[in-house]
């Protein structure tokens, strides 16, 4: 995965939909594709993974109760054997101390999950914090959002989440994300369960 330095906001990026940028991570993590040699590689092959089929509304982006669907028909085109499964909520996650999620990173497979759409013309005001590395704020928030797992910790109770998001790392705390899941659409705010396809 390509990441861009501590601090930097790449606007170019954010200009690319965030669940083309999460399969792009997974799938070059998983050597589908060439790992990119730099930014600007980085973002020509998310233009044609959204020419190549990852089909994203302008300005609605990719609703997350049919993005496996759309991912699984790019793997299957790609002839991967990697597949994006429905999931578990976030709710259920914090329920059973993030074992799905734990079980993919064991296996090697990021883990994709939404921060879900919210309501519309409702509670515009409920967002995710988004912590540094170290778990301190980072003056940053998100929501309505696509990101990946790439590893989880637990201190003082509490699960913590290692997240990729257009280009930067953060953490997330699940309880949050779980607080943020009752404002947004029902079971959209997910983590996908991915796989690899047996032979």
């Given amino acids: 995965m390509w990441f861009a330095p ?20 997974l799938i070059e993590y998983k050597g589908i594709i060439k790992a990119p040699k ?25 609703a997350p109760y049919y993005y496996p669907i759309l991912c699984n028909i790019f793997l299957m085109r790609h002839g991967s054997r990697l597949r994006i499964g429905w999931g578990r909520t976030a709710r259920s996650q914090l329920r059973n101390g993030a074992r799905d999620i734990k079980r993919c990173l064991d296996n090697d497979l990021p883990v994709i999950f939404a921060a ?19 778990r301190k704020p980072s003056g940053k928030k998100t929501r309505e959002h696509y990101m ?52």
């Fill in 116 to 134: 879900g759409p919210g309501i519309p013309f409702l509670f515009k005001d409920k967002f995710v914090t988004l912590y540094n590395r170290e």
């Fill in 6 to 25: 501590e601090g930097h906001l790449d606007k170019k990026l954010r200009g690319f939909g965030c669940g083309v940028v999460a399969l792009h991570d």
């Fill in 148 to 199: 990946t797992v790439l590893g989880t910790a637990e201190a003082n109770g509490e699960i913590w989440l290692e997240v990729a998001s257009w280009g930067e790392q953060f953490s997330i705390r699940l309880d949050e994300l779980v607080e943020y899941s009752k404002y947004a659409m029902p079971f959209s705010t997910r983590f996908y369960n991915i796989y690899e396809k047996k032979k």
């Fill in 38 to 62: 730099g930014r600007n590689e980085y973002m020509e092959q998310i233009r044609k993974m959204e020419k190549g089929g990852i089909f994203v509304f302008p300005g609605l982006g990719i």
